[in-house]
């Protein structure tokens, strides 16, 4: 355990924490959502998505994972043209906000060089309010550098483009977490729609685990990527 890369913050112990966060000082902040993502996926997609995605990228480029945040706003609950009132829990945009400033205010003073936060729900203004306020910290100071971001942000369109429990989404919980998964509650004699199913892009009937994997990969690769020049500037 000594000499982990490593860890989730919440799990460990005072020491193992300094351990890692010598050699290397990220965080990691998988920023999800409670929100109704149709009948086939749980409620927790975008928490697990961002999580598991955040657990990956920390194995590689090393560094702690905060516990997921499952709050968020502009849900599906709130689209014009949809009624899906249930299963989802929303917050307003402005405590949003304020979470995200005292989160990393207290990241930036424990003197964190890089904080990676990945939002796994890209509604907006919800999305543009974390990134935001992750801008405003990196003109302030020069000590650390706050990225903030959405999963698709660094993946080709062809593989991954913002969607809402489509083929991408699914994909990615069929591989991180199978069992919450249901294809077979999607409609099989029509089209998937937005108004009917909460799906917004590719069809998810299509959904796979070797897709999931392809882009969880392709995503770890990217955002390490970009974590080793930070740490050339950062470090
Ligand atoms: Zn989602």
């Given at each position: 355990m000594d000499d982990a890369n490593w860890g989730h913050?919440?799990?460990?112990l005072p020491l193992?924490?300094?351990a890692i966060f010598k050699k290397n000082p990220i965080a990691y902040i998988p920023w999800g959502a409670i929100e109704y993502h149709g009948n086939h996926?749980?409620?927790?997609?975008?928490?697990?998505?961002a999580y598991h995605l955040c657990t990956d990228?920390?194995?590689v480029s090393g560094g702690l994972v905060f516990p997921p945040i499952s709050l968020a706003a502009n849900l599906i609950k709130s689209y014009k043209g949809v009624d899906f009132p249930k299963?989802?829990?929303e917050f307003s945009e402005r405590l949003v906000r304020s979470?995200?400033?005292e989160y990393l205010e207290q990241l930036i003073s424990q003197e964190f060089k890089i904080v990676v936060l990945l939002s796994g729900h890209a509604g907006q203004p919800h999305l543009d309010i974390l990134k935001d306020v992750a801008?405003?910290?990196?003109?302030k100071q020069t000590d650390c550098y706050i990225w903030a971001l959405a999963e698709f942000d660094i993946l080709p369109n062809e593989l991954l483009e913002a969607n809402h429990s489509a083929l991408g989404e699914t994909s990615l919980q069929l591989y991180y977490e199978p069992q919450t998964v249901v294809l077979d509650n999607l409609p099989k004699e029509r089209e998937v729609t937005l108004k009917q199913d909460a799906v917004s892009g590719k069809d998810p009937r299509l959904a796979?685990?070797?897709l999931g994997e392809q882009i969880a990969k392709t995503f770890v690769l990217n955002a390490s990527k970009k974590i080793e020049s930070f740490k050339q500037t950062y470090f």
């Open positions: 913050f919440d799990r460990m193992q924490i300094e996926n749980p409620t927790g997609l975008d928490t697990h998505k990228l920390a194995k299963h989802s829990i979470i995200c400033e801008e405003r910290y990196n003109k796979n685990k070797k």
